[in-house]
């Protein structure tokens, strides 16, 4: 199929089904039958791209796109831009092509959001330059931990056809900034890199290209041996070193723009240079030197622990702390947000300002693993925007996101949750934007500018991520989930043989006494990887923020809280919150009834249900079992639990970890 007539079927596509709203169409949704005037002077894939855009949607004046040399625009960096109003026309300008096409979905979006406009002057850059989406989707079609589908990509069709979601795909992360794109797990399959799969994944860059998105590949720290023959992937080893040098070779040959690699190593049974005792910095300076020649950069995560004494918490920084410094200046350290895994709520990985001569990135995960699959309201910019409090953002060099993207329909399975991948990658250009100023700008694109509809909608999204941390995991509470899945609470969870830490009392540490982990100076000392000021507070029990409280402290059941209540207490009023919460959204997502078409309506009231649903479950769940600790009453405001301790022991969900739960499947109330 030639790139025209797919671009037309793409187009039509979305003028076409304008009135089946499945979701499709995410938030680029404006109406496209304008034909305003946009001078350009130059053509190129992305220009074409950026003037199409324009003309199609555009209402306002004449518009220009121009490619500016002159210093102002150089200091906004190659993917920066300006819009300015100038005699009667809008002008946009950058000193690159990509710039331009910010630029143009910059416009589009002032207009979809009704922006005052009568005089425009807008200087942007981006504040980091790699925001990047990393897919965790396998060569199988399964996605790890995606709850959307299967895979966008279709390994079997590709390279000879070609989905028109490809581009689709690519013009979405165009239209908030996202510039970079691995497309496979990082528990990579050697043949990732074979030169059949790499002449697909060349299909595919060719397509993003036009839109400033490049393509990145996760690979197996052993691919030389299971690709290659070799007997060894030893990073020290001659032969391994020339043959990632020829793989390099191999790729850049067919992918010019190729960005890197990203790595998994050591960790959770994947191969890396520890097999050979080399350290993880040997092992990721090897393949940045294959890749330095064609500017390639290494991603390599700092994700690892291993089934020691050692307080999971600190493993990641027990390991790398000591390599900082000893990368070489193309690897950057990919770090999670927190320091156990991607935990409703996480206090910072104290990695973060601990390597001060290592270029780290930061790696949050947009798919909700531990925050209720695809079934949940969650909008996470709150959750990313704590981080940032503690962070400062220009103290890491790049923002990568664990996508939610599958082939749904709607891209996401839940269609609020295209508002993450949104968040994302608005955050990944300006970390200092409000979450409320990104879910007002996404409403109104997706939805309705109604003011009736937004202002509500706003505020419910915005309250959304503390409802699933109230009803889910207070108080600092982490890690209590159901085996695999990470769905359904299951604290009393217990596996014989299994890794302890891998089981919930690892984390909860429940027993007579009172809850939680003891990370201060008389347990697993963890609060000491953070700055002394920090970690002065976070170690003792009455400085420490409650929402932190059971994190780093075991704390006894009467212990009393800053509200007067006794910890048990608390947590009961937590959880009864977060179900209060839950309920509260779907009351307003109701009201939003009037404002929204039918079949979008009925499908989140539909998740929204089940969200409810499992608010209610994870309280009895979490209360009733903590209950037989702490042997003390629900406070009389409490809800009467709706389900037995016995029976929610007795519950398997028949999932796995790439598959969302529907409402027939779970604990019947
Ligand atoms: O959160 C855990 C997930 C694994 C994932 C791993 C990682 C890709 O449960 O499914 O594997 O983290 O981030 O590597």
Same mark, same amino acid.
């Given at each position: 199929m030639t790139r025209n007539l797919l671009i037309s079927i793409l187009f039509c596509g979305s003028v076409c089904m304008a009135s089946a709203e499945d979701g499709s169409r995410l938030w680029l949704r404006q109406d496209t039958t304008a034909s305003a005037t946009v001078d350009c002077m130059l053509q190129s894939p992305t220009l074409d791209i950026a003037r199409n855009e324009i003309s199609r949607a555009w209402r306002g004046?004449?518009?220009?796109?121009?490619?500016?040399?002159?210093?102002?625009?150089?200091?906004?960096?190659? *993917?920066?831009?300006?819009?300015?109003? *100038?005699?009667?026309?809008?002008?946009?300008?950058?000193?690159?092509?990509?710039?331009?096409?910010?630029?143009?979905?910059?416009?589009?979006?002032?207009?979809?959001?009704?922006?005052?406009?009568?005089?425009?002057?807008?200087?942007?850059k981006p504040v980091y330059d790699l925001r990047i989406l990393n897919h965790w989707d396998n060569p199988d079609g399964t996605v790890e931990r995606g709850y959307a589908g299967h895979s966008l990509w279709k390994w079997e069709e590709l390279p000879d056809r070609i989905s028109p979601r490809y581009e689709a795909y690519a013009r979405a992360n165009a239209s908030?900034?996202?510039?970079?794109?691995?497309?496979?797990?990082?528990?990579a399959s050697p043949q990732a890199l074979s030169t059949e799969n790499l002449k697909k994944v060349k299909a595919l860059a060719d397509i993003f290209r036009p839109y400033g998105l490049r393509v990145y590949l996760s690979v197996n720290f052993a691919s030389p041996i299971q690709l290659g023959g070799l007997d060894t992937a030893d990073p020290l080893d001659k032969k391994v070193q020339a043959w990632w040098k020829d793989k390099v070779h191999e790729i850049y040959s067919l992918i010019p723009d190729f960005g890197g690699f990203l790595v998994k190593a050591n960790s959770e049974g994947q191969p890396g240079p520890c097999d050979y005792q080399r350290t993880h910095a040997e092992g990721a300076n090897m393949m940045a030197r294959a890749l330095?020649?064609?500017?390639?950069? %290494?991603?390599?995560?700092?994700?690892v622990y291993s089934p020691t004494d050692s307080d999971r918490a600190k493993q990641a920084y027990l390991e790398f702390n000591p390599l900082d410094g000893k990368f070489l200046d193309n690897v950057i350290v990919q770090v999670k947000n927190g320091p156990v895994d991607f935990q409703p709520r996480e206090p910072?990985?104290?990695?973060?300002?601990?390597?001060?001569?290592?270029?780290?990135? %930061?790696?949050?995960?947009?798919?909700?693993?531990?925050?209720?699959?695809?079934?949940?309201?969650?909008?996470?910019?709150?959750?990313?925007?704590?981080?940032?409090?503690?962070?400062?953002?220009?103290?890491?060099?790049?923002?990568?996101?664990?996508?939610?993207?599958?082939?749904?329909?709607?891209?996401?399975?839940?269609?609020?949750?295209?508002?993450?991948?949104?968040?994302f990658g608005r955050l990944a250009w300006n970390p200092s934007l409000a979450s409320e100023e990104i879910a007002r700008e996404w409403l109104q694109q997706t939805f309705t500018t109604a003011p009736e509809f937004v202002g509500p909608m706003t505020k419910a999204m915005t309250d959304?991520?503390?409802? %699933?941390?109230?009803?889910?995991?207070?108080?600092?509470?982490?890690?209590?989930?159901?085996?695999?899945?990470?769905?359904?609470?299951?604290?009393?969870?217990?596996?014989?043989?299994?890794?302890?830490?891998?089981?919930?009392?690892?984390?909860?540490?429940?027993?007579?006494?009172?809850?939680?982990?003891?990370?201060?100076?008389?347990?697993?000392?963890?609060?000491?990887?953070?700055?002394?000021?920090?970690?002065k507070v976070f170690d003792s029990i009455d400085t420490c923020p409650e929402k932190f409280l059971l994190w780093f402290h075991h704390v006894p059941w009467k212990h009393q809280m800053k509200s007067g209540h006794t910890l048990w207490?608390?947590?009961?009023?937590?959880?009864?919150?977060?179900?209060?919460?839950?309920?509260?959204?779907?009351d307003t997502w109701t009201a939003m009834k009037p404002y929204v078409d039918d079949e979008r309506y009925q499908a989140i009231s539909h998740r929204m249900d089940i969200q409810?649903?499992?608010?209610?479950?994870?309280?009895?769940?979490?209360?009733?079992?903590?209950?037989?600790?702490?042997?003390?009453?629900?406070?009389?405001?409490?809800?009467?639990?709706?389900?037995?301790?016995?029976?929610?022991?007795? %519950?398997?969900?028949?999932?796995?970890?790439? *598959?969302?739960?529907?409402?027939?499947?779970?604990?019947?109330?």
């Open positions: 004046k004449p518009a220009s796109l121009q490619l500016f040399s002159d210093p102002a625009h150089e200091a906004l960096g190659k *993917e920066g831009y300006t819009i300015r109003t *100038e005699n009667g026309r809008i002008t946009l300008g950058s000193v690159s092509e990509t710039g331009l096409l910010y630029a143009a979905y910059h416009l589009l979006r002032l207009q979809a959001t009704e922006a005052d406009m009568t005089r425009l002057d807008i200087r942007e908030i900034g996202i510039n970079g794109t691995v497309i496979n797990n990082v528990n330095k020649p064609y500017g390639g950069i %290494v991603m390599w995560r700092a994700f910072y990985s104290p990695l973060f300002g601990a390597m001060k001569h290592t270029p780290l990135m %930061v790696e949050f995960q947009i798919t909700q693993e531990y925050l209720g699959h695809s079934n949940h309201l969650a909008y996470l910019a709150p959750m990313w925007k704590e981080f940032f409090g503690y962070v400062r953002p220009n103290t890491i060099r790049a923002m990568a996101g664990v996508t939610n993207i599958g082939d749904d329909t709607n891209w996401c399975g839940h269609d609020l949750a295209q508002a993450n991948w949104y968040a959304s991520h503390e409802a %699933v941390v109230n009803y889910m995991m207070p108080l600092g509470l982490h890690h209590i989930f159901a085996w695999n899945h990470h769905y359904g609470p299951e604290p009393w969870c217990m596996i014989p043989g299994a890794r302890p830490d891998w089981l919930p009392s690892y984390y909860h540490q429940a027993d007579k006494e009172g809850l939680g982990f003891d990370r201060s100076h008389t347990g697993s000392n963890a609060v000491a990887q953070y700055p002394d000021s920090l970690a207490e608390e947590l009961c009023y937590h959880y009864n919150d977060g179900l209060k919460a839950a309920r509260s959204l779907h409810v649903h499992d608010a209610i479950w994870w309280k009895d769940a979490c209360l009733l079992y903590f209950q037989t600790f702490s042997k003390m009453k629900f406070p009389k405001e409490v809800e009467k639990p709706s389900f037995r301790l016995k029976e929610l022991k007795k %519950v398997k969900l028949p999932i796995t970890n790439y *598959e969302c739960p529907t409402m027939d499947m779970l604990p019947q109330l």
